[in-house]
């Protein structure tokens, strides 16, 4: 979608931080992250919210999130990790094109939750 700024991410327009590509998602570092090394993971193609993904899709984020947990945990060496998705303005979401946020989490006073 031409005015998403994650499609612009996957196009290469707007600069990012990647943390890993395959064929149909990207993980990026986030621009404001809550923690270090605050990471999203999006799909290729440009779907809204949870509610529009199909199964491939969602195989395709998840199949995934292991192997981006363990390289944030070895990079970053958390003591635990958040895995958070927010559908719709009401449930936080501010950027319309699915994204699951990975956080890393450093105990009491790493400034999340
Ligand atoms: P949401 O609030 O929709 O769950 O999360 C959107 C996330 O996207 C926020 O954490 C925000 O910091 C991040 N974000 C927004 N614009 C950009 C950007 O241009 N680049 C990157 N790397 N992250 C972004
Ligand atoms: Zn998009």
């Given at each position: 979608m031409s005015d998403c700024i994650f499609c612009k991410i996957i196009n290469g327009d707007i600069p990012s931080?990647?943390?890993f590509e395959n064929e149909h998602v990207l993980a990026f570092l986030d621009i404001s992250q809550?923690?270090?090394g605050h990471t999203l993971i999006?799909?290729?193609i440009h779907k809204e919210n949870v509610y529009e993904l199909t199964p491939d899709i969602a195989k395709n984020i998840f199949e995934v999130v292991p192997e981006i947990a363990r390289a944030l945990k070895k990079a970053f060496?958390?003591?635990g990790l958040n895995t958070?998705?927010?559908n719709g303005e009401a449930a936080g979401q501010s950027v319309f094109h699915y994204?699951?946020?990975l956080i890393p989490r450093y105990g009491e006073?790493?400034?999340f939750g």
């Open positions: 931080t990647k943390v809550v923690t270090k999006i799909p290729k060496n958390p003591i958070i998705n927010n994204h699951l946020h006073g790493d400034g």
